[in-house]
């Protein structure tokens, strides 16, 4: 969607920053800022009204004082409550997920080394995966925590470089190392209070409320190659789906 064409009404000077400010607001009821919820840098705003920062600064505190924008430092402006969105009916992986809503996630590695492989992970990944590779990934927005991913891998992952594993998804990483694609997943949401070390990791308090994710993924073999747990954030960011009504065959 692109901004308003409106112009504004110069008579009254001290009602050039109410105008700018109902024009924004309508702009982001439209879902002009969509995908990422970032609005334009002040310059770019002044730019655009031929108006002064101070106007366009007092057009911006009206929206902040009326919850519709949050200003980050040195970030800028964006829409608040912005909800980051993780479509169920779509196969992506979660750093996936991020960039096709026009973000600029990054993954952080905060461990990654062999393990004998759990048994309930083992019922997963197959009896024969006596050992596999624990990746944990912090995944970042705007240097902000949104999610901690911990996953259990084949241990070949491990020829891959620390680099390699850090900017790569993990269906990027799986269908590399393989030469197949991964086709199906099973996942499942639930909740729980966060640890000191989730905590720690999330820059949050203990006992804050996380969504979590499991995943197992398969590959067109049908060989499980992924069990992953997404601990994550809630206050933006939420999980979707279409459903379609199915009428009952009689």
């Known amino acids: 969607m692109k901004p308003s064409s409106s112009t504004l009404a110069r008579e ?26 970032k609005l334009p ?21 009206k929206l902040t004082e009326e919850n519709v924008v949050e200003r980050k430092q040195g970030k800028g402006t964006f829409v608040a409550g912005k909800q980051l969105r993780h479509g169920l009916d779509t196969l992506r992986s979660f750093h996936e997920s991020l960039v096709i809503q026009g973000l600029k996630p990054e993954m952080r590695i905060l461990s990654r080394h062999i393990v004998h492989t759990p048994d309930n992970v083992r019922n997963s990944l197959g009896v024969n995966m006596e050992r596999s590779l624990l990746l944990e990934r912090l995944h970042v927005v705007d240097c902000e925590p949104i999610a901690l991913g911990r996953s259990y891998l084949p241990v070949e992952v491990e020829t891959l470089s620390w680099e390699q594993t850090e900017q790569q998804p993990t269906y990027a990483i799986l269908e590399s190392l393989t030469g197949l694609r991964v086709v199906r997943a099973d996942i499942g949401i639930s909740a729980q209070a966060a640890d000191k070390p989730l ?13 979590v994710m499991r995943r197992l993924s398969y590959l067109s073999n049908e060989d499980c190659c992924d069990h992953s747990v997404f601990y994550i954030r809630p206050q933006h960011y939420e999980f979707v789906m279409s459903s379609y009504f199915k009428p009952v065959l009689k």
């Open 12 to 37: 009254n000077a001290a009602s050039l920053y109410l105008q700018i400010a109902s024009l924004l607001h309508e702009e982001i009821n439209r879902g002009v800022y969509d995908p990422s919820g």
């Open 41 to 61: 840098s002040e310059a770019a705003l002044c730019q655009r009204f031929s108006v002064s920062r101070v106007t366009v600064r007092l057009a911006l505190d």
């Open 199 to 211: 905590a720690d990791s999330l820059k949050i308090t203990v006992g804050m409320p996380l969504l």
